[in-house]
Every structure is written in C-alpha cells, then in structure tokens.
C-alpha cells in the first residue's frame, strides 16, 4: 500500500503487498530474546491528534490509478461525498464504501475511496476504533500507515490491517529499506510469516505475522461489533495490539491509555534486528478499500468465492458489506 501526499508519491508501483507467501518467508535469521518496550516501563501519553466524524472528510482523498492493480476507480472528496461512498452518521460514525449499486462490467472498475491524513509521524501511541471493515469476494482493505519519501519503501511501510476476499484473520507487516529484519522470540498472539522486512516493487513480502483470531478480520470482527486496533511506534520497535469489541480496555476509552496493562501483544517488530528511526519516519495514515489487484486477485480462486475475481466486481452484491465504519483514530505522544 502507498498513500498519496503528492503527486510523486501516487505515481508509485507500491507494494503489490504485505502478502506473498514466497521463499522470502523463510526464517533466515537466528532469533533473539526480547522485552519488549511496553513491558519495561509505563509513560504518560497526551492527544495529539482525535479524528472523527468529519475530520475524515478533510483527508486527502487519492484519486489516482491504484498502484496495486485493482479494480477501482478511487473518487475525488466531492464525488466521493455526493455518491454516498463517504457520509458521517448521526451517531458521528464516518462510513466510506465501495459502490455496491452501479453496474460495473466484468472486469471493469468501481468506484471506492482511499484516504490519507493530513498530518505526518514518525512515533507515537496510535489507536483506531473501527465499527466494522470492509469484507465480501474481491475486496482487499488496509489500515496502515507509509512514508511520504518518493522512494519508497526507504521511509517504511507499517500494514496495521490487511486482508482479502474472505479472510478472517488479520495480518500486520512491515515494509522497509535494506537492512531490515524481524529478529525476536518475544510471545505474541499472532504467529510469524516471514521474517525479511526489506522490501522492493520485486520482492514486496515484508514480515509479517498473522493473527490467529478469527474476529480480527472480515465478517468475524464485523459481528463481534468491530474492536481497536493500537500501535506503539518507538525507537524500541512497533507493537501491535488487537481488542474485540467486549475486551476495549477502559484505559482506552477513558483516553488515558498504559499499555503496560494490555497483555500480550499480536505482533512485535523489536529494533534489535532494525533500526525502526532510521527505517520508518513521516508516515501519513491510511484507509482504502480496492478490488482484486495484486493479491486479492492471485488468491481469488482458493478464497471460497465463486467465479473468477474479474466475474465478482460485475457483481455488486459482493460490496454490500465492503465498508470501513470508523468511531475515531487518535494518536497519541
């Protein structure tokens, strides 16, 4: 995934994705013991950034061919807005679809958004309350967050939630420059897939770890009433954690986070097999939804769906369900 900040930046051939599952998944380090930051000691965390409702509105929103290869034609916010693909509910829910009414011809495009925020990062404490993600055959939605460089992936890639098709188990990965590993035996709930987070348009892997809770992605996170994801960026590492709707600590709700409460994690980058600084800076936070493409598309045909993945964009009955619903994202410093 890439974002789309300037105009250089949406020109590039961003990762075809955090997916692969090639001989680049081998572990090809020896691993090493790790406490991990949050366990170590507690810090006091402040809001820098609360969006909700119609602070999503004012992203930018990516208008651009997808650099991924889907079938989709990303709207502009205005078009966005007046065909109903990005509306805040009453209840300041902000909801951005995939079309799921127009005819679209077999293998055409439809229409969908992508969005990246204003503000840039290089640290911080990020939670995300989603009410529901996008799920249904063809689709491949992400959360995650990438570095504004035109050289990608030089100032990184973190791939918060990802997934396609029918998947129900997320997978959280990292793209970097060269020198780059995922080096570290510290328990988690995820497991790991690959361990070699340099990354480049013909090798774009990553490591990564898949989770292996079923309401972490798709239709299984959607009917336990959605969840949080939080990640705590640092020069220690990026840590991940997942909560289900019925397990939201209250520290998070109340807005006083403290990770040192949270349990063990789903997923843990540590920098002693990479230098997180100097390997992720500047990212802009993003949320899309495409179709088919570099890997929804390949693994279209061993997801459980019918046809072919060119046959279920025609179909506008597969994106019903294909919608972020999102209560807030608030980073914190």
Request: contains cysteine.
């Amino acid at each position: 995934m890439i974002h789309a900040l300037t105009a250089l930046v949406l020109a590039l051939p961003l990762t075809a994705s955090a997916v692969h599952q090639d001989s680049s998944f081998r572990r090809r380090h020896a691993s090493v013991a790790h406490t991990p930051a949050y366990m170590r000691r507690a810090a006091n965390y402040t809001i820098k950034d609360h969006f909700v409702g119609e602070d999503f509105l004012s992203w930018t929103f990516y208008d651009s061919s997808d650099p991924t290869g889907g079938l989709v034609t990303y709207l502009d916010a205005q078009s966005a807005i007046d065909n109903g693909l990005a509306t805040v509910d009453c209840d300041n829910v902000t909801t951005l679809a995939v079309d799921a009414n127009q005819t679209v011809a077999t293998g055409g495009n439809r229409n969908s958004v992508r969005i990246s925020s204003p503000e840039t990062y290089s640290s911080g404490l990020f939670i995300a309350d989603f009410a529901m993600m996008p799920t249904g055959c063809g689709t491949w939605p992400a959360y995650w967050t990438v570095g504004t460089t035109a050289d990608w992936p030089d100032a990184g890639e973190i791939d918060i939630i990802e997934g396609v098709n029918l998947n129900t188990e997320n997978q959280i990965t990292l793209h970097s420059g060269a020198d780059c590993t995922l080096n570290s035996t510290a328990n988690t709930t995820g497991h790991i897939l690959g361990t070699e987070c340099t990354s480049s348009a013909d090798a774009d892997s990553g490591c990564a770890y898949q989770q292996d809770d079923t309401t972490s992605f798709g239709a299984g996170f959607n009917a336990a009433g959605g969840g949080v994801y939080a990640h705590l960026w640092n020069s220690d590492g990026i840590t991940v954690w997942f909560f289900s709707r019925d397990s939201i600590p209250s520290d998070i709700t109340s807005q006083n986070p403290d990770p040192t409460t949270w349990g063990t994690a789903a997923a843990i980058f540590p920098s002693t097999g990479c230098d997180i600084s100097s390997h992720f800076y500047d990212h802009a936070i993003v949320l899309d939804t495409t179709i088919c493409g570099d890997w929804a598309g390949p693994a279209y045909s061993a997801s459980g769906c019918p046809g072919t993945c060119e046959d279920a964009v025609a179909n506008s009955t597969n994106f019903v369900d294909a919608q972020w619903k999102i209560n807030y994202i608030s980073v914190y410093q």
